[in-house]
């Protein structure tokens, strides 16, 4: 977990978020009876019984690890079965196939994000078990693992839970404000401006730690904007789409999806400006035919088309196409 306050404030708000059901489709099943809370005491090695594949089921076990350390003071130890734990030990069940969970207790399967937590008494150990449909849902069951733990003593306590859920909208995505604090709409530029607020100067670490700051909010994924706003943003569109990747590689390594909303025909506004942008077709021509008008969309568009790799949906800008006299194209 990245220490700064963000993500204690972010670990905070995400929690009343799954409260108030932003994740919702919540089906509160009830602690098994006689089952203790799973506890790790502080300096001594905690155990997660994982088997990670995928990137992300690697990178969401470091992040539980990395959390579970940071508390106890202590290493924590990943093996891959229940029966390397030394006896009596307390530990953390990471599944994608519901494997260790009560007979009764489904993973919800109609949802890529859906999971289910366990507290049970298996094999002599106290344990948690934290499993999802897929990767993704791995991560949701993680993350509620994590907000839903206790730091107190004996060192970091794990309540004792019985829950199965799934997102109640299945894409929730938050997307980027098109221009920096400084642009006022692109009418004037404010020099007082605090450019620590400019998500398009944050280094690749920072882009990775504000993706993920939504991630732990619940939302599944992002809309970037690609507009004229952001080129002034940033002073070019080849600039700006290098930046435009840092945000699109952090989102695919964290397992969310990514939605593309383009400004199709405003090539000049809000402090950009392309003099060789032709809107009006000559006399006799349509904008379709015209190659002075079409060439201006065309040479726009190509840059849309270069992102197409890194997308999942593309959404056009209700402007389509354009604040034109004939809009024929």
């Excluded at 229940?82 to 530990?91: D, K, R, T, Y």
């Excluded at 009006?280 to 190509?302: H, I, L």
Aim: proline share 6%; with cysteine; glycine share 8%.
């Amino acid at each position: 977990m990245n220490e700064s306050p963000l993500h204690f404030v972010t670990l905070h708000l995400f929690f009343k978020f799954w409260r108030w059901g932003m994740l919702g489709a919540t089906a509160l099943l009830g602690a098994s009876l006689g089952v203790a809370a799973v506890e790790f005491k502080s300096g001594e090695p905690a155990y997660v019984v994982a088997r990670p594949v995928t990137a992300l089921e690697r990178r969401v076990t470091d992040r539980l690890n990395d959390y579970i350390s940071k508390v106890i003071g202590a290493p924590v130890s990943v093996v891959a079965d229940l029966a390397n734990v030394p006896a009596g030990a307390p530990a953390i069940i990471l599944s994608t196939n519901g494997l260790g969970l009560s007979s009764d207790l489904v993973v919800p399967a109609d949802s890529p994000e859906g999971f289910a937590l366990e507290t049970r008494h298996l094999d002599g150990h106290e344990v948690i078990i934290a499993a999802g449909q897929t990767d993704r849902g791995l991560k949701r069951a993680v993350q509620r693992l994590v907000i839903g733990s206790e730091q107190r003593a004996p060192g970091l306590v794990l309540p004792k839970v019985r829950v199965a859920e799934r997102p109640w909208i299945p894409r929730r995505e938050w997307t980027l404000c098109a221009w920096s604090p400084e642009l006022v709409r692109g009418v004037f530029n404010n020099p007082n401006a605090d450019k620590r607020m400019n998500v398009w100067l944050y280094s690749d670490r920072q882009v990775a730690a504000y993706v993920e700051m939504f991630d732990w909010f619940g939302f599944s994924g992002s809309q970037l904007m690609d507009t004229v706003a952001n080129y002034a943003a940033v002073g070019s569109r080849e600039a700006y789409h290098g930046r435009l990747r840092m945000f699109t590689r952090a989102l695919r390594e964290n397992g969310q999806e990514i939605t593309l909303w383009v400004w199709a025909a405003q090539f000049n506004n809000f402090g950009w400006v392309d003099p060789s942008v032709t809107y009006a077709p000559a006399e006799g021509k349509t904008a379709f035919d015209d190659p002075a008008v079409r060439s201006s969309f065309e040479r726009y568009y190509d840059g849309y088309a270069e992102l197409a790799p890194e997308v999942d949906l593309l959404i056009t800008h209700f402007y389509l196409s354009g604040r034109r006299e004939n809009p024929v194209l």
